[in-house]
């Protein structure tokens, strides 16, 4: 690429980072603002400080937020430029001529949110030099998805699986934000696929992402059912899904479900060795916590089935407690039924359990960041630490530890009991790939590899359809660029006002709450199919961006939901530093490229676009990037070796929930800063542990100690772990319990709700937050008797009234 030609030059403009002030030049090229220090004028004079000058260069694209603050000349004040990047870098510039301020904050505008097309970005006209390594790396041919596929044991020339290649996508008219290559059960024809996609949320139907090398379990994807209030039914659905748990063990042979006379109570054997917590094959050692424990003992509940017309015992999976995983809150996929969508009516998925994940939507999920940034906020203006009140206001490690938990909860069912797992959200492009690609990071050492993990995000991000552009606002927007006039208080427009766009989705929830509110006792007649078809469509036609939307950002789309999934790779890697081929260093350069528009990798929102975009011809790949520098991303910890008879080098990885941590360097603070009081109250906890356990005592002598004492009394904020009652999981539910004649034992819940009596508690929930709405049991079909849990502690950051749960989790139908 020809050097930056420079539209504008600013001399002696005054930069401050950290409170402290450097004086340099600013310059200005079509895609970046370069701040060269110290000045000509100083260098020009002093040959000494030529020889040190230095060069800052900031993406236009990686800003944030930018703000003005103009002084007339008379004032004496300088005028400025605030300006906060995506990368947590915040930089006020210091202009002694006011023109020159308001020239600079029109020309970044003009060059961000006023491109209005996607193609003026950097990456259309990026090269790296030509004798560079990068320049011979073409990272676009690193990811095959026919390839992965293979490596996974995939192919049309090797053994049947049960799975297989089909090309009903391959030109993304059958679900155009799926990739073209998909796998799908042998058994299951293209025709039964068509039948059902059309109970799936854009035609999203389950399909498979990854099957584990050792025991053949699966990990399948999809997005949420059209259920409605009518509990709707789609019997090609309901074939596929269980085509899905039973491809790769065969023990479901398409007509009936085997009989225990037949076959032995337990879990299949595995292809190689057995990852059972029992089996001598692996190392029992995998200190689970007591919430983990508490959530395995939950989803391996009893859930014994017998035939209706001979009476006896039925065994679906060789019971394998296979998982239909809803990554929502159970209360807002309740509440989606009110539009004809929700999740799916386990009677007719009899051969598995659906788990609720407590992970909220990207508008918590967006706030929860915007709190961060306000408790580092000043780091431009001043050197002093975060402030911490609002790190923890923010809930950010909270929901970190949260995902991680989910995707902890599906990999130990994957890995360690035999299991399969469905995952979705709302259109399973959010959620859904942070489940996913975690869970699978735990999984498979392969992916924990530099080229492995660029293969993880190429599948389970980029080719199944996460909406980069949408979720990073790639196009800025005009209300990130604002006018700081003391003068005129008040005439700035502020982020995240409403732009009239979300007029329709307001609409629509009026019209869900007429129908949670009329009477259930006339449920029958409340609507009609094609009333509730109508309002799914009004929903997708609100929140599905047109042609030309999608050359913009709104905002609210726009959420950290791939740099979520980041923070929590690294809290594995700080957590497991020998079983990572690649380094910290490495996850936030990838953010930083995420938002950088240098290469075409992370534009437009899915594979079918970056295709009709022509990427690969016209951009460059970010791989190219990263495998040329690879020793500056390799972690020099690494320790490739595989032994499920050692300890620190099984094969199977899990987070310490309890040692989950900020991800200082992102936010380009010191570790002390951003964690000083976790780890002392860490630290104090240790040796409290170690203080009882050389005095004898235990919690159950009831004899308290002075170090016990003073550890319930500190104000230090305790480690994020989740407790009991704060487990990730708030739901279980399986058939209907008249299919089960036996007595059923309740599991031990996590929590209940105490103004529902025995009401499963997620019911419960739903009830207690939407009590404005006129339900009852029956509105959900009856089904509520199987065992369920859930959060009644008000916690989760989503809601405050029960229309806004509606509201919110509609507004993003998305992951």
Not at 29 to 45: C, G, M, N, Q
Not at 588 to 614: D, I, K, M, W
Not at 692 to 712: H, I, R
Not at 764 to 783: E, P, R, Y
Request: glycine letters at 6%; proline letters at 5%.
């Amino acid at each position: 690429m020809a050097a930056p030609q420079h539209k504008h030059f600013c001399s002696n403009v005054q930069a401050l980072r950290g409170g402290k002030p450097e004086l340099g030049d600013l310059a200005l090229t079509d895609y970046h603002l370069v701040f060269r220090f110290p000045p000509e004028s100083a260098a020009a004079s002093d040959p000494k400080a030529k020889k040190q000058t230095k060069q800052v260069w900031f993406a236009f694209h990686i800003i944030s937020h930018c703000t003005l603050r103009p002084a007339p000349p008379s004032s004496g004040i300088a005028s400025s430029i605030r300006l906060r990047f995506r990368d947590f870098t915040f930089v006020t510039f210091n202009f002694t001529d006011d023109k020159q301020a308001r020239d600079v904050f029109e020309f970044i505008r003009a060059r961000t949110c006023r491109l209005g097309s996607v193609d003026k970005l950097l990456a259309f006209n990026y090269s790296p030099p030509s004798n560079s390594l990068e320049s011979k790396i073409n990272g676009w041919d690193l990811y095959d998805a026919r390839v992965e596929f293979r490596r996974q044991g995939i192919s049309e020339k090797s053994a049947d699986l049960g799975w297989r290649i089909t090309n009903i996508n391959k030109d993304y008219a059958f679900s155009p934000t799926y990739p073209a290559v998909l796998a799908v059960p042998s058994k299951i024809s293209d025709n039964t696929l068509k039948y059902a996609a059309n109970f799936r949320s854009r035609a999203r139907i389950p399909t498979l992402t990854y099957i584990h090398p050792i025991n053949n379990c699966t990990i399948t994807r999809s997005s949420q059912p059209f259920v409605g209030l009518r509990m709707k039914r789609s019997i090609q659905d309901e074939k596929l899904v269980g085509a899905c748990f039973s491809a790769s063990t065969d023990f479901l042979d398409g007509t009936s479900p085997v009989n225990a006379n037949t076959q032995a109570d337990h879990s299949p054997s595995s292809s190689h060795v057995d990852l059972s917590a029992d089996s001598p094959d692996v190392n029992t050692d995998l200190s689970l916590s007591e919430t983990e424990r508490m959530e395995d003992e939950l989803i391996a509940a009893p859930n014994v089935m017998y035939d209706e017309k001979t009476g006896k015992r039925l065994i679906y999976g060789a019971q394998q407690h296979n998982l239909i995983v809803d990554a929502r809150p159970a209360i807002n996929s309740y509440a989606m039924q009110a539009i004809g969508m929700g999740s799916e009516n386990m009677d007719y998925y009899k051969y598995a359990k659906k788990v609720f994940l407590n992970i909220d939507n990207i508008h918590v999920m967006r706030d929860s960041l915007e709190k961060v940034v306000s408790a580092i906020k000043d780091a431009d203006i001043s050197p002093f630490p975060p402030t911490r009140d609002l790190l923890m206001k923010s809930k950010w490690l909270k929901h970190i530890a949260g995902i991680l938990d989910g995707s902890a909860i599906i990999a130990r069912q994957v890995g360690i009991q035999h299991s399969h797992a469905l995952i979705h959200c709302s259109d399973g492009w959010d959620r859904t790939s942070q489940l996913c690609a975690l869970s699978q990071l735990m999984l498979d050492p392969y992916y924990r590899t530099l080229e492995g993990f660029i293969v993880l995000v190429e599948k389970d991000w980029l080719s199944f359809g996460h909406m980069f552009q949408l979720r990073s606002g790639l196009m800025n927007h005009e209300s990130w660029f604002t006018v700081d006039n003391d003068a005129l208080a008040g005439s700035a427009v502020r982020p995240g006002e409403s732009d009239g766009r979300g007029d329709v989705v307001e609409n629509v929830m009026a019209s869900a709450k007429r129908f949670w509110s009329k009477n259930v006792a006339n449920d029958k007649e409340a609507t009609s199919d094609q009333e509730e078809g109508a309002a799914v469509d009004e929903v997708k036609q609100a929140t599905a961006p047109n042609a030309a939307e999608e050359q913009t950002t709104r905002l609210r789309d726009v959420s950290p939901v791939f740099h979520q999934f980041l923070d929590a790779t690294y809290q594995l890697l700080r957590q497991h530093p020998n079983r990572f081929e690649f380094n910290e260093r490495f996850l936030r350069r990838l953010l930083y490229h995420v938002y950088s528009c240098q290469y075409g990798t992370f534009l437009y929102n899915n594979e079918r676009q970056r295709h009709e975009a022509n990427l690969r011809e016209r951009t460059r790949s970010v791989w190219g990037y990263f495998l040329s520098r690879r020793p500056e991303f390799t972690n020099e910890q690494y320790d490739p070796t595989i032994d499920d008879h050692t300890k620190g080098r099984e094969r199977l990885i899990f987070p310490r929930l309890g040692e989950v941590r900020w991800w200082h360097q992102v936010f380009n603070r010191t570790d002390d800063e951003m964690n000083g009081e976790l780890n002392a109250s860490a630290a104090t906890a240790e040796r409290v542990a170690a203080y009882q356990a050389s005095t004898g005592f235990s919690e159950s002598s009831g004899a308290p100690s002075e170090a016990a004492s003073l550890v319930s009394t500190s104000p230090s904020p305790q480690p994020p772990a989740l407790t009991s009652s704060q487990s990730v999981l708030t739901g279980v539910e399986s058939a209907h319990v008249a299919l089960t004649p036996e007595a059923r034992v309740s599991p031990p819940s996590f929590n209940k709700s105490a103004s529902t009596g025995g009401m499963p508690a997620a019911l419960g929930a739903l009830q207690d937050k939407i009590s404005g709405f006129a339900i009852t049991k029956g509105v959900f079909g009856g089904h509520s008797n199987s065992p369920s849990t859930g959060r009644q502690d008000g916690d989760n950051g989503e809601v405050g009234a029960g229309v806004s749960v509606a509201e919110q989790e509609m507004k993003s139908i998305g992951g």
